[in-house]
């Protein structure tokens, strides 16, 4: 009798890429419920055909798979990586642009900060409320903070705490960058990564209520902030200017 050959074993890489492919798409459909109920790793394992058993060495538990599957969710986000999303960072860049074909009176520093918070923050919003990667952030971070009862509480406590210091990192330097550019700096006493904290609670606090009532946090308000009038402004820049200007302060006068 003919013995069956034995299946070829896939390399423990390639099946956790694989895995995670096939999670991280059901994310993005369904998005990560607080119990994890939608990432069953029997499940999974089906869907993707890989073997039990190398996934088992892989990842003893669920936790342990969702801890990496969280991760991979924000490597696959290039927001995480440069702290805005594409469009958001050439909008960016190119009132930083502009900024630096200005005269350093501070009146012209206040311009160019207000015209770079205008252009980001409400794009930007719109790009962080659409990020399956911050959602599932979000999602998880409320759960902890209200003592609902989350899975691997202490893992994914551990690992979102990793997650938000990356972040807060490169947006400090990004902050570091940008005050440099349109002559600003930090007051004393505070730092990038403060200010780097300080805008990241409001754009997500504004980002839960938006869900709430888009059209309330949407409509323009119009307010006369200095040189340029009165001119429409999205709640959320609203807010992130006054964290800015409160945290920042022109340093054009000091060589004058």
Known sequence: MRQSEPRSRKP???????????????????????DYSNIELEDLIRVS???RSTVFRIWPDRVAFVADLVRALFEADPGFQTGFD????????????QAGDRARSQEDQQIALRSMVQATVAHNIVAVDG????????TMSAALASGDSVPG???IRALLSEIEGA???????????????IGFRMRQGVTERDLAVAIMSVIDGMSDHRRI??????EPR?????????????????????????????????TA
């Open 12 to 34: 423990a890489s390639e099946t956790r890429a694989r895995l995670l492919a096939v999670a991280v798409d059901r994310v993005r459909g369904e998005g990560l419920l607080l």
């Open 49 to 51: 055909g890989v073997p």
């Open 86 to 97: 594409g469009e958001t960072l050439e909008l960016l860049e190119g009132t930083l642009a």
């Open 131 to 138: 990020s399956v990667a911050w959602r599932a952030y979000r």
């Open 153 to 155: 509480g202490a893992e």
């Open 167 to 181: 972040y807060v990192d490169r947006m400090a330097v990004m902050y570091a960058r940008v005050n440099g550019a």
């Open 213 to 218: 009532d888009p059209a309330f946090v949407d």
């Open 222 to 254: 119009f307010v006369d902030m200095g040189a340029e009038g009165a001119q429409g402004w999205h709640l959320a820049a609203l807010a992130v200017y006054g964290v800015y200007s409160c945290l920042t302060e022109p340093v054009s006068n000091d």
